[in-house]
């Protein structure tokens, strides 16, 4: 019989791993168990905090259900779900940034021509979003399919309210990789916060704010898929997002005009904000690249 004690114990769930026929899942549950105990020897936990860890961690999965992702959202405040995009999304130079997908995204959004208005009866500001699609080499990237969502002028995605699909959509870019649509100025609003992760925060002394932004996801078969969003200048929020996602190359300001024309050339009727951005795309470089 082998007996573990405090010195001994690591090794011990280290060489029980030995046969472990899958070289990957070895290597994670090593690395898992490595750093799971050294977490456990820096923290030293009473057995108290060790239990109200383990019921944390409960409460977060029965709060889980098809419609909220309590794990996902744990991952989002840790900044994990951040380091992970970026491990994953190493492209160089010149393509735009990353940023987190949240849990707003509902698949295969209603199609819809550029020009239209996707703000239903959403409360705020008309704004213009005018965006280009671009490969590195500045190529107009046409027919690639151009996914937003995005919050209202009070903070809530449609998902949230309940409402018709609202704020969200999907576009085709046209020869030139444009895409352009009304909608309104999002503000900043709260992560979900009434389950374990809101309690958390509380406890961290953080706020559970994001600041203002707008989602996309652009994809195109011979380019990788972006998730990004485009933040918007002088939110208060950008500098304490409590999921990390700002990147400085994502914040744009937001233009107020009074008067104008639109993409297409007709005259806009009174006062209005105009967002823009280019997004650069990565060619494929996985297995899928041709
Ligand atoms: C979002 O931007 O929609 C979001 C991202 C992470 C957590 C919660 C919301
Ligand atoms: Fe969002």
């Given amino acids: 019989m082998s007996e573990v004690d405090e010195g001994s114990i690591t090794r011990a769930v280290l060489d029980s791993l030995r046969d472990c026929p899958h070289p990957r899942l070895r290597q994670v549950s090593e690395a898992l168990v490595r750093h799971l105990h050294a977490f456990v020897r820096e923290v030293e936990p009473t057995m108290e905090e060790w239990r109200a860890g383990i019921d944390f961690l409960t409460r977060t999965g029965q709060i889980c259900s098809p419609s909220r992702q309590e ?7 840790l900044g994990v ?10 492209f160089g ?3 735009t940034e990353s940023t987190v997908l949240g849990p707003f995204y509902v698949e295969n959004p209603p199609e819809q021509p550029s020009g239209a208005d996707i703000s239903g009866d959403a409360p705020g500001e008309r704004l213009l979003v005018e965006c280009t699609v671009r490969s ?5 990237v046409a027919d690639a399919l151009v996914d937003t969502w995005q919050s ?26 444009r895409v352009w649509f009304w909608s309104v100025v999002p503000s900043s609003y709260p992560v979900p916060n009434d389950g374990p992760v809101g309690e958390l925060l509380r406890a961290q002394g953080r706020h559970p704010y994001r600041p203002a932004h707008v989602h996309f996801m652009i994809g195109h078969p011979a380019y990788e898929t972006l998730v990004t969003h485009v933040f918007i200048a002088g939110d208060r929020y950008l500098d304490s997002d ?8 994502l914040i744009k300001d937001v233009e107020r005009r009074s008067a104008g024309l639109d993409p297409a050339g007709r005259p806009i009727e009174g006062p209005h904000a105009r967002l823009t951005y280019d997004f650069v795309l990565a060619e494929m470089t996985g297995p899928e690249a041709r």
């Avoid at 794990?71 to 405040?77: E, P, R």
């Avoid at 779900?81 to 190493?90: E, F, K, W």
């Fill in 71 to 77: 794990f996902i959202l744990l991952s989002d405040v």
């Fill in 152 to 177: 209202d002028a009070e903070g809530f995605y449609d998902v949230q309210r309940g409402d018709a699909t609202q704020l969200r959509a999907r576009f085709r870019t046209d020869r030139e990789g």
């Fill in 93 to 95: 130079e010149g393509a």
């Fill in 242 to 249: 409590a999921v990390f996602g700002v990147k400085r190359s």
């Fill in 81 to 90: 779900s951040m380091l992970v995009d970026a491990i994953n999304h190493r």
């Fill in 136 to 140: 590195r080499r500045g190529e107009p």
